[in-house]
C-alpha cells in the first residue's frame, strides 16, 4: 500500500529525499523480519513509499550532520495515538487506508566527548568505546551498537548523535557488545540533548 511520507526539517523545510535511506522490518508474531531498504517515491519532496499492511519498525538515515529528532504517523480514529522516538526504530501499524509518515530532522544533532582511563589513570591510547541507544526503562536497547576509538591521548568522540538515552562503555573484552555485555562491563547511562556536546570520561572496563 502507498503511504504518504514526509521529511522536514525543524524550521519547516522539506529534506530532499535523494540525501535519506528509509529501512524497515516486519514484525509479527513470528518476531522480526529481515532489514529491507524502502525505496522513497514520488517528486523531490512529496513523496510515499510502498508497506503491506501490517506492523513495522522504520528507521531513516539522514544525511551527515543531522539527526532524527522526531518521528510521527497518523492511523485510525481507535489507535488515535502520535508516535515519537528520537531515535532507532520506530514501529507503525499500516492499515487498509493510508497513514502519513513524518520525520523531523535537525541540524543540530548531539556529540559526546570524553577520555579514558585505565588502572593507574593513565589514558588508554586506541581504547575501542561502544555506544548504544537505550531504552532505561525497558532495560532494551533500542539503536543500532556504535564504535569509537580513542586517540594518542585516550580522547574518543561521537557525532550526529539524535536526542535521547544511552549506554557508553570503553572495554578490550568484547569486540560487538550485546545488551547484556553492557550490562557486565558496567556500562555509563548518559543523556544527550540536541546541540549540545556532553563531556563524559571512562574508565576502561576490565573483567576479573
Not at 109 to 130: D, K, N, Q, W, Y
Not at 153 to 160: E, P, S
Request: one cysteine or more.
Amino acid at each position: 500500500r502507498d503511504t504518504g511520507f514526509q521529511a522536514i526539517e525543524r524550521k519547516g523545510s522539506s529534506v530532499d529525499f535523494s540525501k535519506l535511506k528509509l529501512f524497515g522490518r516486519r514484525k509479527d508474531v513470528a518476531g522480526t523480519g529481515e532489514i529491507q531498504e524502502i525505496p522513497i517515491a514520488g517528486s523531490r519532496y512529496n513523496g510515499s513509499v510502498r508497506l503491506a499492511p501490517g506492523r513495522w519498525e522504520l528507521m531513516l538515515l539522514p544525511l551527515s550532520g543531522y539527526c532524527v529528532v522526531e518521528f510521527g504517523y497518523r492511523y485510525s480514529r481507535s489507535e488515535g495515538t502520535q508516535r515519537t522516538r528520537a531515535d532507532g526504530w520506530n514501529e507503525v501499524l499500516i492499515g487498509p487506508t493510508p497513514n502519513p509518515l513524518r520525520f523531523v530532522l535537525s541540524a543540530n544533532p548531539g556529540t559526546m566527548h570524553g577520555l579514558i582511563s585505565g588502572l593507574s589513570r593513565e589514558p588508554v591510547a586506541g581504547a575501542p568505546v561502544f555506544l548504544e541507544g537505550y531504552d532505561n526503562e525497558n532495560h532494551k536497547r533500542v539503536s543500532e551498537l556504535r564504535t569509537a576509538y580513542a586517540d594518542s591521548r585516550g580522547q574518543y568522540r561521537f557525532t550526529d548523535l539524535p536526542p535521547g538515552t544511552y549506554r557508553v562503555l570503553s572495554t578490550f573484552e568484547f569486540q560487538s557488545p550485546d545488551e547484556s555485555a553492557m550490562d557486565i562491563g558496567g556500562a555509563k547511562l548518559v543523556t544527550i540533548e540536541e546541540g549540545k556536546d556532553t563531556p563524559q570520561d571512562l574508565d576502561l572496563s576490565v573483567i576479573r
